[in-house]
């Protein structure tokens, strides 16, 4: 084609065409291109192939680095949010045992508060009773002693016997409280009998 292409310029004209390479150019032209494409092919072109294999692997690696990293943090994320439930959990169980604590704590109070309020209770009624028998005794004494007064008075004879006057006193108000009962007055005085 080149020559018919040549053949047909010249043969126009009737001279050689600036545009159309001479054969022998053409020869040298192909050798040399030839040759150059050899040279680049056996030299050239693998280090290329190289430069191409190595950048290929390095984005391959650092593609593979990326998702070895995404697993890594998906992992993270997955043990953190774990840890997060746990946690959320054990301040669940805690927060519950200070509740329990605290409604086992109350209820102690309030049992050694009854308890203490019984105490108080029974200590207070004992100590009441105690001073009960004691006022008794000694409004039986200060009875008694105003019954011998009075009797002396009385019968005009002086009861200085004590033994004697004990006894007298006693049956006395024995009698009293046998006939009275029990009353609200006070005790060993019969009821409407002015002290």
Known sequence: MVTFLASTLASEEGEPSPLVPHLSELIVGLVAFTLLFLFLRAK????????????TEAIEGSIA???QDRAEA?????????????????AGRIRTEAQTQR??????????ARTEAQRIAEAATAQIASERQQALAELRREVGTLAVDLA??????????????????????????ATSGPDTSTPGVPAGTAV
């Open 74 to 90: 998906q992992r993270l994320l997955e043990q953190y949010q774990g840890q997060l439930a746990q946690a959320r959990e054990e």
């Open 44 to 55: 050239v072109f693998p280090i290329f192939e190289r430069t191409f294999a190595d950048r």
């Open 65 to 67: 680095k990326a998702q």
């Open 152 to 177: 002396s008075r009385i019968v005009g004879e002086s009861l200085q016997d004590d033994a004697r006057q004990r006894g007298t006193v006693e049956r006395y108000l024995s009698e009293l409280e």
């Open 103 to 112: 409604a086992e704590i109350v209820e102690e109070a309030r049992v050694e």
